[in-house]
């Protein structure tokens, strides 16, 4: 496929996002996301960050496999995802469970600094490649295992059982108050000894 056959994919995609969040605006509180966030999702190109033999549906709205049994999340939840975390200019991000590093790289347009952490090593290595690909300089990967939100801070995480999962949105104020609020369902491929997320602060 051509870059003009996958830039078509890619505004078909954000078409799709756009048309999702509408869909569960009653649910997010909002009828659509933000530009910064919708911006992002349409400059970084998904086909990069998906085995190859995947690259022709890299733009569908669903999750693909990337090996070792995990997958790279569909575009809208990514988008969602990225939206609930009200990331700014100046904000550093942590990132578990880096896959080949799609999440990231478009964590990495809207905030100063990106944390990702790996446990699986093939998959690092694979990421950190494609990032360095796409010019992303403001990511840092590490091949470890967990994460921790201070005060001030922002997690969005699946979670549940794996056939009944939500979407939840975690904040801790300054006084190290923890509030939670559930999103909508979701269903993730399970991390090694941690459950996937991302977080801001």
Do not use: W
Request: with cysteine; charged share 20%.
């Amino acid at each position: 496929m051509s870059a003009k056959d996958f830039e078509i994919l890619r505004q078909h995609m954000l078409v799709e996002i756009s048309a999702g969040t509408a869909h569960v605006s009653d649910l997010i509180g909002k009828a659509a996301l933000d530009e910064r966030v919708m911006a992002a999702m349409g400059k970084v190109p998904r086909h990069e960050f998906v085995p190859v033999e995947l690259q022709p549906y890299a733009y569908a709205n669903i999750p693909l496999p990337i090996g070792f049994e995990k997958t790279i999340s569909q575009p809208f939840i990514v988008a969602l995802m990225t939206d609930l975390l009200d990331i700014g200019a100046e904000d550093t991000v942590l990132e578990i469970g880096t896959g080949l590093g799609y999440q990231a790289a478009i964590l990495a347009q809207l905030a100063r600094k990106v944390y990702s952490i790996e446990i699986i090593e093939e998959l690092a290595r694979q990421a950190k490649q494609r990032l360095r690909q796409q010019g992303c300089t403001n990511i840092e990967l590490k091949i470890a295992n967990g994460y921790h939100l201070k005060a001030g801070g922002k997690m969005v995480i699946p979670a549940g059982l794996p056939d009944a999962q939500q979407l939840v949105l975690v904040e801790k104020n300054g006084n190290g108050k923890v509030t939670t609020k559930e999103i909508l369902q979701v269903r993730f491929s399970q991390l090694e000894e941690t459950e996937p997320g991302i977080t801001s602060n």
